[in-house]
């Protein structure tokens, strides 16, 4: 296998279920949780909670405490010794689904109580003392309310905050874009370096964004690309990338499973899983599965048929950052069934939460 270790990264902003006990009552799944359709916004230290929801933070917090059993994974995004924002699975305390937002941001906070449960090498990128005040829903922007500690950040970190926070809360369904408020008031800007935020950031501004010098600025379009990397201790973990590819509309499958097969750009700290001659011949999409084609070369062991992990990860979770892609089916020329280097068959389409191991939202 081709792995490579490539240098420094260039990072910058490219161009949401209310789930706090504040807005929602029961105790719904995420998934079948729907948004209000009118809500006004909350401050949870506001005593316009109990006349808006009848219940207070203090009796939300309690009753989350006596549901807690167990820990679920759920996955944040934490910074790693590079610098960039990487996506994390971690072991959460269980907690009622109406508070899992909430939990999901507190667990970013430097100092926190994500600090036991941090992975080798990472760090958490939100600032330390930062308090959660308040998270309201409304058409799917997720407006976010955090005490003023949360200013207390480095100018090169402001980008970073804003990736965290906002793919973090974009992995619920009902959540498309965030915007920010500090002690209750709306920010039109960031509040240290001034980068715009007043209509709100979502994915579509990117992560851990790379200015591709071959991309052209009309014809080029963003994607994101998960590549592999290592930390200290030799444990792989997979980092996003927004660049640009110069791609057509009817091949922007082809266009992404290729840059992936090439590997990332030489000054990023980053490695290629795919082996020099692997090769994708044809692409399909039905009902939300993506159906990639290659070569025999994309096989990690001919003999096993097997695939690799790290292509398998790299494939799936860059690819259901499409919208349409809700799994991936990997084929191989000659190959009745692929298999993963346990020995495993892929005997079913693989999703991101297969990939990731994040309970679903």
Known sequence: MKMRVIGTLVIGLSSTLLLSGCFFEGEQSIEKMDAPQDVDYIDKNSGEADKNAGETAEDTNKEASEEATGTTSRQLYLLDANGMVVPQTLQLPNIASKEVATQSLEYLVKGGPVTELLPNGFEAVLPAGTEILGLNLKDGTMIVDVSKEFADYAPEDEQKILQAMTYTLTQFDSVERIK????????????????????????????????????DPVDSKAVTLYYP???????????????????????????????????????????????????????????GVLTLSFNEALLSNQKKQSVSEHVMKS???????????????????????????????????????????????
């Open 229 to 287: 990397a290592q930390n200290d201790k030799q444990e792989f973990y997979y980092v996003p990338v927004t660049t640009h590819l110069n791609t057509k509309e009817d091949q922007s499958y082809e266009s992404i499973v290729q840059a992936l097969v090439e590997g990332p750009a030489f000054d990023l700290p980053l490695l290629s899983a795919f082996n020099d001659e692997a090769e994708l011949k044809g692409t399909s999409l039905k009902d």
């Open 315 to 361: 494939l799936v979770m860059t690819m259901t950052e499409r919208p349409d892609v809700k799994a991936v089916e990997v084929q191989v020329d000659g190959v009745d069934q692929v298999y993963n280097e346990e020995g495993s068959p892929y005997a079913e389409p693989v999703t991101r939460n297969d990939i990731t191991g994040a309970d679903s939202l």
């Open 180 to 215: 920010l408020w500090i002690n209750g008031h709306e920010q039109e800007v960031m509040p240290v370096n001034g980068t715009p935020i007043s209509s709100g950031v979502s994915r579509a501004d990117g992560i851990n964004v790379y200015a591709s010098d071959d991309a």
